[in-house]
DNA sequence: CGGCGTTTTGATCCACATCAAGCGGTGTGG
DNA sequence: CCACACCGCTTGATGTGGATCAAAACGCCG
């Protein structure tokens, strides 16, 4: 059962970036009367693929995954859920993935049917989701180039980076040297993500500590001390986060 | 040089599934204004990676696709535009893909400026664009399972029948047996889409035939006596276009 | 301490990449 | 009209990165 919690949305960590950060008062005001905040444990299911869904809403705190399973258990990551990032699709039903909490994760929730009425009603709502939207397919593609053809090394490297970078930009004075980071998956997640092993995944990220690209400390802690070295391991010529 | 034709809008054969679906009379007027058609021959670059687009559109004949370069020349292919389907993103001045002709492809192109204002005022058009949007990451998602856990044979059989199902669709009595289709890909073209060498594409698209999974006639020309016996080489359970 | 989930490490295997010809169709210039 | 080159495709021989199979080590918690 997800526990409740409540919180003003002028207080939100996600305030500014989610689909709700373009809203006036006003708005915000319609969205605070319609949202509901659940909790999920590591590990939970939110959503399995095939589920009807009640709601659509944002990560506010923790990683969720998005997922698919072959019938004969072949699994691939197609989405990774950080904060702000948008839950849900408007004008369907239902989830065609698996939805997991990968760490504890809060998620402020809106009902379906009120939210797609402010999306039809309000424009600033409907302008972010389609930002939201298209950054995401952005995203997509570019994993695209990730599982088609970079090497093992280079799709850990490409993940790392792509974490590093988007936990640094909510900072405000982003790091480029000296990020340390709590990896959010298992090495079993990686590998989901990646389309590798687990084995795989565990042997290139212990390499690329040998070789002193990544300094870790545990088994999940991360020390990157230069994020242009670890760009260098990704194949990608000029970055894009 | 891109050669310049002219069509009304009522009379257009993607006016039904294009971003201007949901367009009244005077919505259809006002793009009307702001269209130009273009046309490439096969293999024509539409735009370079990093270039400034100067309109957005959508495409009324023909294949064009997206693709990623690696520094080293690895390619991978990250979206296959077909008719109806919309190429640019708003609010952005420059492709960070390219965009090729795959095929003869003609294009309805928009100046930019005006769409978006556009897309500002009327509702119609920005809800379409939103949901093509969400199709659009629905099918970059499905494909990252294609790339990062399907084999080379489910991989062929994926993208065949994708494109069988796409083209049914048009009609408007899909049918299931013997569907037959033109390529409009080379298998350099398919290997990109598919994150495969060519050879292996020649090889697994020749044991597909001598399966009799499919029927070649020539090279491009391509045969499905059973839609569902092909569907049943691509590993999944079941079912999405 | 003992059990369980996660991670590491090692040995072997195999699907697909790579390298290398050869083949039909088509266009071009002598 | 033929010679030749070029392009898209096929086919074969060989190599290899990562999968698979197997087991041990490392927390962590009861």
């Known amino acids: 059962m997800p526990h409740r919690l409540n919180l003003r949305c ?15 008062e006003t708005e915000l005001a319609q969205l605070e009367q319609i949202k509901v905040y ?11 693929a095939g589920d009807p869904m009640s709601f659509v809403g944002s990560v506010v705190s923790g990683v969720a995954t998005l997922s698919q399973t072959m ?21 369907r039903d ?9 760490s504890a994760v ?10 797609e009425r402010l999306l039809r009603d309000t424009p ?5 989701l389609l930002e939201m939207t298209l950054d995401e397919l952005d995203a997509a593609r570019d994993w695209m180039l990730v599982l ?34 709590e990896l959010p998956l298992t090495r079993e997640a990686m590998s989901e993500y990646l389309g590798l092993t687990l084995e ?29 070295r670890l760009d260098a391991e990704t194949g990608d010529g000029s970055m894009r986060a």
């Open 106 to 115: 809060t998620l402020c929730c809106f009902r379906r049917a009120p939210f």
């Open 200 to 228: 795989t995944v565990s042997r290139q990220i212990n390499q690329l500590n040998r070789d002193g690209v990544i300094e870790l400390d545990g088994k999940r802690r991360v020390h990157i001390p230069d994020l242009a």
């Open 10 to 24: 002028t207080d939100c960590g996600i305030r500014h970036r989610a689909v709700c950060a373009r809203c006036d």
């Open 71 to 91: 019938e004969d258990g072949r699994i691939q990551m197609v989405g990774l859920l950080l904060p702000s990032d948008f839950i849900g699709r408007p004008g």
């Open 38 to 48: 659940r909790r999920y444990e590591a590990g939970q299911k939110i959503a399995w």
């Open 148 to 181: 088609g053809r970079k090497t093992a090394r280079e799709r850990i490297a490409s993940l790392l980076a792509s974490v590093a970078r988007r936990e640094a930009s909510f900072d405000m004075a982003p790091k480029t040297h000296d990020i340390r980071l």
């Open 124 to 128: 600033h709502v409907a302008e972010r």
């Open 94 to 102: 239902s989830t065609i993935y698996d939805v997991t909490a990968a």
